[in-house]
């Protein structure tokens, strides 16, 4: 009861074409040994119920356990030997059961040593030669026999100990090492052969190694006297540490009349006391010699080392403890003055010596005063910018224009980067009052254009005003040196005054894609920054607070906490005395105005949508969906809204950000997540096509088709109340 598998085995078989029994150490029915049959484990593994279960080659994966181990070799053909003791190292691979042995090399010992057993499965001595050598094989102090050969496991490392341990080993106490006669023989003999009077060992590996790369520099000067001028020759000298040698390298001005030349001073040791004269070959040396018997006996020589060094002949070289900061150095009769030295110089001094001064010395002479570059005065040929760059070399070149703006502010798919106003001329002429102007402002180059809108029976013929280019500020002398300042984005909003070419213009509105740009940018627009409004408010009118709320509350006397923009406007007027322009407080009304809701028809916004994709043949829709789904990583069917429109944005969907909003909240569900399936199949005017509706029920804005008429007033209502909150705080 309980039993899943019910297998047979297979007990009987042909060998050599006679039947017999094969499987005596096959088990049976389910797997289950026969009654009195003891089945050897063929793998390591863990004992039942303790470990993991599963199989060896994932559970012993990269375990491997290592014995100390030593075998004796017999040398039958020595009479200083007998016997040698090899030490090893055996391996067992638990994953497969797999042992290797390895000899270290021992240097000199004129035996191939290294891989003395290859790693493979090895099988146990007869009369078991049929099984392999498992885990349960090994433990500490005792000998195993591979291929004949008698190995003594005499300890283990601690992996080896813990996972014996573990597998339920009791682990026997480490065994002696035993030592090799031969080899201590032969110790005797190479420390008997060491000399009493040993030679004298210069080792520099050490100092090598360890500062190999390491260089200390000085910035020096050198008053050459045979100088003609008597300058100061800038020198650069670099210690090198891993040998104490010095070079120095020479700076050599531009235009000095020098020739240049690799070093100053090629790579060497640098004495103190140079130049004191030449020295005879040979009388310079690292060693001494003593003659010891001279010519008498066999009028041979004897020499032996002159640890006393009587006859050596010292100098003195230059190390890095005598160099520093203000020192003067003999450079082969030349005085050199240390003047600085770099950072790593001073770390290494710093931590070596614990010098802290490092103050340079000065010996630069002041450099002159820098003459400032002037240019000539404007000629009137060209423009300015062109007539500057003959002035800036013998070739001139065309002035260059600042692409990377061009292309951040030129025209892309909704974006016109255009701001568009409303202007009058500012005339006591009764002809020219009501002549109104379209003034561009294109961000791309910063150029103007004006156009005059056409009016009926007016006598004054509209269109082009005035040619696209960038307009110079009044009031600027026409032929100077200093460039000349252009109107900026900056300069223009509504309420403004501006001067073209001698034409006075007021602004006095623009367009919804102009308020949007400069209040999404008001980092650059102040006028359009709500922060810096308040502020400058809130300097003008905090001392007289109650008096500003009561003047408030009076424009509202039904209470609705909501007032017209043109009651707004006087108000403000009147509490900063006309120190606001026409620009700042529309956009405070803007930002505190009542946003109107309009139940927008879906049908009627995807029919717009379509008609905007058909005619810039926007086909792309299968790719627009690949993108949404894949940025699904739920696959729930639908995506933040933001998200969403950051992906139209992304494939220049040529819709109108206003209507791309609005369909987007048309798509959305009751979690505020757009379902992005069926919003691309509203837009896919090539398979879902919407007839497009006779009737606009709700005026659309494109600021492409803004016909320059001022709205009747910029907004609606204006809630007051937050204002005077961010003003002067809640009232209690």
């Not at 060896?56 to 030997?81: H, R, T």
Request: glycine letters at 6%; charged letters at 30%.
């Amino acid at each position: 009861i309980g039993k899943e598998k019910f297998h047979k085995s297979q007990h009987w078989g042909y060998c050599n074409n006679v039947a017999m029994l094969v499987g005596e150490d096959k088990p049976g029915i389910g797997g289950e040994p026969l009654p009195g049959q003891k089945l050897k484990p063929k793998y390591s593994v863990f004992p039942e119920g303790i470990g993991s279960d599963a199989p060896a080659w994932v559970a012993f994966d990269k375990q491997v356990l290592s014995f100390d181990a030593y075998f004796e070799e017999e040398v039958p053909d020595k009479n200083q030997e007998l016997y040698r003791i090899r030490h090893c190292k055996i391996y067992f691979y638990l994953e497969d059961d797999t042992i290797q042995v390895i000899e270290p090399q021992v240097k000199n010992s004129g035996i191939s040593q290294g891989t003395i057993v290859r790693r493979h499965r090895i099988p146990l001595p007869p009369p078991h030669e049929d099984q392999f050598y498992t885990i349960d094989h090994f433990n500490i102090n005792i000998e195993v026999i591979l291929y004949a050969r008698r190995y003594k496991i005499i300890d283990c490392d601690q992996f080896t100990k813990n996972f014996l341990r573990k597998m339920g080993v009791r682990l026997n106490p480490p065994a002696g090492r035993p030592d090799d006669p031969y080899t201590k023989e032969r110790q005797k003999i190479l420390d008997s052969m060491k000399p009493l009077r040993p030679y004298e060992r210069i080792d520099t590996l050490k100092q090598f190694l360890e500062h190999n790369g390491h260089i200390l520099r000085f910035f020096c000067v050198w008053d050459d006297p045979e100088s003609m001028f008597h300058d100061p020759r800038e020198l650069v000298l670099r210690y090198y540490l891993s040998d104490d040698t010095i070079d120095i390298k020479e700076i050599i001005p531009v235009n000095s009349g020098r020739d240049v030349v690799p070093l100053f001073l090629r790579r060497d040791k640098l004495p103190k006391y140079a130049p004191t004269g030449l020295y005879q070959p040979g009388t310079m040396t690292s060693r001494t010699v003593l003659n010891v018997f001279g010519k008498l006996v066999g009028n041979r020589s004897r020499y032996i080392l002159d640890n006393r060094k009587t006859g050596a002949v010292h100098q003195e070289f230059y190390r890095d403890s005598d160099l520093k900061i203000g020192a003067v150095i003999n450079v082969w009769g030349r005085k050199i003055m240390l003047c600085d030295c770099d950072e790593f110089t001073k770390e290494y001094y710093r931590t070596k010596y614990g010098i802290e001064d490092f103050t340079p010395v000065s010996y630069k002479a002041p450099p002159p005063p820098k003459l400032e570059k002037t240019f000539p005065p404007y000629t009137g040929f060209g423009s300015e910018e062109d007539s500057l760059c003959s002035c800036m070399g013998l070739l001139p070149k065309p002035p260059q224009k600042d692409f990377k703006k061009f292309m951040e502010k030129d025209r892309s798919g909704m974006e016109s980067n255009i701001l568009r106003f409303l202007a009058k001329l500012v005339t006591d002429s009764p002809i020219d009052t009501d002549r109104k102007f379209i003034i561009s402002y294109f961000l791309s180059d910063d150029t103007i254009s004006v156009f005059e809108h056409i009016q009926q029976n007016t006598g004054i013929l509209g269109g082009k005003f005035l040619e696209r280019g960038r307009i110079k500020k009044p009031g600027q002398e026409l032929f100077k040196s200093e460039p000349s300042e252009y109107f900026k984005a900056q300069n223009l909003f509504v309420g403004a005054r501006v001067c073209f070419h001698g034409h006075n213009f007021l602004l006095v509105d623009a367009d919804e894609y102009t308020f949007n740009y400069m209040e999404k940018h008001a980092n650059e627009f102040s006028v359009a920054d709500v922060g810096v409004i308040l502020k400058k408010l809130k300097d003008i009118a905090e001392s007289r607070s109650r008096e500003v709320r009561q003047v408030f509350a009076s424009s509202d006397p039904e209470h609705s906490k909501v007032i017209e923009y043109d009651p707004f406007r006087n108000l403000i007027v009147s509490i900063t005395d006309g120190a606001f322009s026409e620009h700042e407080i529309m956009t405070l009304g803007r930002y505190y105005s009542v946003k109107d809701e309009y139940e927008m028809d879906l049908h009627f916004l995807l029919s717009v949508a379509q008609e905007q994709l058909k005619k810039n043949s926007f086909e792309n829709f299968e790719q627009l969906s690949a993108v949404l789904t894949y940025n699904d990583r739920e696959k729930c069917g639908v995506l933040p809204r933001e998200m969403c429109r950051t992906i139209c944005k992304s494939f220049k969907l040529p819709v109108a950000d206003d209507d791309l909003q609005a369909l987007l909240t048309m798509f959305e569900d009751d979690h505020k997540q757009v379902e992005y399936k069926k919003f691309v199949d509203g837009l896919n005017w090539r398979e879902n096509q919407i007839p497009a509706f006779q009737t606009i029920k709700v005026p659309l804005k494109n600021e492409d088709d803004w016909s320059g008429q001022p709205p009747s007033l910029p907004v609606k209502g204006i809630k007051y109340l937050p204002l005077l909150d961010d003003l002067f705080g809640k009232e209690e």
